[in-house]
């Protein structure tokens, strides 16, 4: 999958009519462009201080969220860890349960493009 991300186009229509004729990406991400396209769907990027407190962090949840968190924790004993001296091998393992996830999900992304 190939993914083109465009910031502050001024002409964002004729790049996209480019694009649909060349075939070249799968997704076209637009921040602040000047047109509204065809298909395209609004989306927000959650931004998380992770230097905050985790119990900070938690309550800045919607209600709901922390509820289905806290169910996860009492029926499915749900652990985690937070680990800030990641190596080699932490990235290894990550990347062949993250390739698990993708495929079980059919999310058709490919690691080594992010």
Known sequence: MHILECHY????RLLYNDLI???EYD???CYQVDTQLPNLQKFYTLQINLNENLNDIFK???????????????DDKLLFLINKK??????VEFIILFNKFNKFKNLGTNVNEL
């Open 9 to 12: 186009h001024d002409n964002i």
């Open 86 to 91: 990641i190596n080699q091998k932490d990235i």
């Open 60 to 74: 800045k949840f919607a209600k709901n969220t922390r509820n289905e968190i806290n169910k996860c924790y009492r």
């Open 21 to 23: 004729k060349k075939s």
């Open 27 to 29: 997704i076209l991400k």
